[in-house]
């Protein structure tokens, strides 16, 4: 459930309101222990996804750096090598 969630610092462009809302989606998933809330469990969980997202965007925007920003691309293309490396991905 949280492979998903990447790390949303000091990138390239900056990451996206969308990026920190599936990042808020999957802790949320992974802490509730489900994908998909009941419908009595639904209003809970959408409120905890909306306040994570919102904070996590907080600490975005509050976080410093001395370090150059990251490549989305390049961080990608490092990612899948590794992922061929270890055996986990399989290339065509």
């Known amino acids: 459930m949280c492979r998903n969630i990447h790390t949303l610092h000091n990138f390239e462009p900056a990451a996206s309101s969308e990026e920190v809302h599936a990042a ?15 419908r009595a469990n639904q209003e809970a969980f959408d409120h905890a996804v909306a306040e994570i997202a919102h904070i996590t965007q907080h600490l975005l925007d509050d976080l410093v750096t001395s370090a150059p920003p990251k490549n989305r691309e390049e961080e990608a293309a490092k990612a899948r090598a590794r992922a061929v490396a270890s055996g986990r991905y399989q290339t065509a």
């Open 24 to 38: 808020a989606l999957q802790y949320v998933r992974k802490i509730a222990g489900t994908t998909k809330p009941s």
